[in-house]
Antibody, heavy 119, light 107 residues
Framework: QITLRESGPTLVKPTQTLTLTCSFSGFSFSTSGVGVGWIRQPPGKALEWLALIFWDDGEHYRPSLKSRLTITKDTSKNQVVLTMTNMDPVDTATYYC???????????WGQGTLVTVSS | EIVLTQSPATLSLSPGERATLSCRASQSVRSYLAWYQQKVGQAPSLLIYDASNRATGIPARFSGSGSGTDFTLTISSLEPEDFAVYYCQQRSDWPLTFGQGTRLEIK
């Protein structure tokens, strides 16, 4: 059974760096094709893909946010970490992590964590 | 970036009716398109992958069709639990993109 859970601060100040952790079980980065991505959703708005990392360390980022994002994985801890620098109120959103294989879509999602950016 | 345009933005129907949702891509995504359902306060859940394949546990009343740039999600007979927001997503090219969603509401 695959499960994912996001954790991190619920409130950050403008210009601060956000660090979110996705802890998962039921799969491993030791398996070929495995990937974990981050998707966010501002309140009342659509889903927006941010970043994804694969089992082979391949990384992909949303071009418009690439300069602010870093995604890393810790295979031994079954975790993926997303950092986003220079946070702004427009970054207020629910942030989800999700599992996908390289030949498929996001079949498993965490419950999401709401991050508010405010001074 | 491949832009996905969903229509209509809102669809008002009654239980038992047939729902037809559209997703149009700005360039061909071949068959690499998925549909997700999102209920209020919940994470999205995968319904259809690769345009026409139902994900595990998805009822047969949900079906997907299309290829290239035009795709359709059909719900043959709406159940009360189907009223939600539906998103399409492509994986044909980076960056991954989602449509803006179609809200399916009870009439």
């Amino acid at each position: 059974q695959i499960t994912l859970r996001e954790s991190g601060p619920t409130l950050v100040k403008p210009t601060q760096t956000l660090t979110l952790t996705c802890s998962f079980s039921g799969f491993s980065f030791s398996t070929s094709g495995v990937g974990v991505g981050w998707i966010r959703q501002p309140p009342g708005k659509a889903l927006e893909w941010l970043a994804l990392i694969f089992w082979d360390d391949g990384e992909h980022y949303r071009p418009s946010l690439k300069s602010r994002l870093t995604i890393t994985k810790d295979t031994s801890k079954n975790q993926v970490v997303l950092t986003m620098t220079n946070m702004d109120p427009v970054d207020t959103a629910t942030y989800y992590c999700a599992h996908r294989r390289s030949d498929s879509f996001f079949a498993y999602w965490g419950q999401g964590t709401l991050v508010t950016v405010s001074s | 970036e491949i832009v996905l345009t969903q229509s209509p933005a809102t669809l008002s129907l009654s239980p038992g009716e047939r729902a037809t949702l559209s997703c149009r891509a700005s360039q061909s995504v071949r068959s690499y398109l998925a549909w997700y359902q999102q209920k209020v306060g919940q994470a999205p859940s995968l319904l259809i992958y690769d345009a026409s394949n139902r994900a595990t546990g998805i009822p047969a009343r949900f079906s997907g069709s299309g290829s290239g740039t035009d795709f359709t999600l059909t719900i043959s007979s709406l159940e009360p639990e189907d009223f939600a927001v539906y998103y399409c997503q492509q994986r044909s090219d980076w960056p991954l993109t989602f449509g803006q969603g179609t809200r399916l509401e009870i009439k």
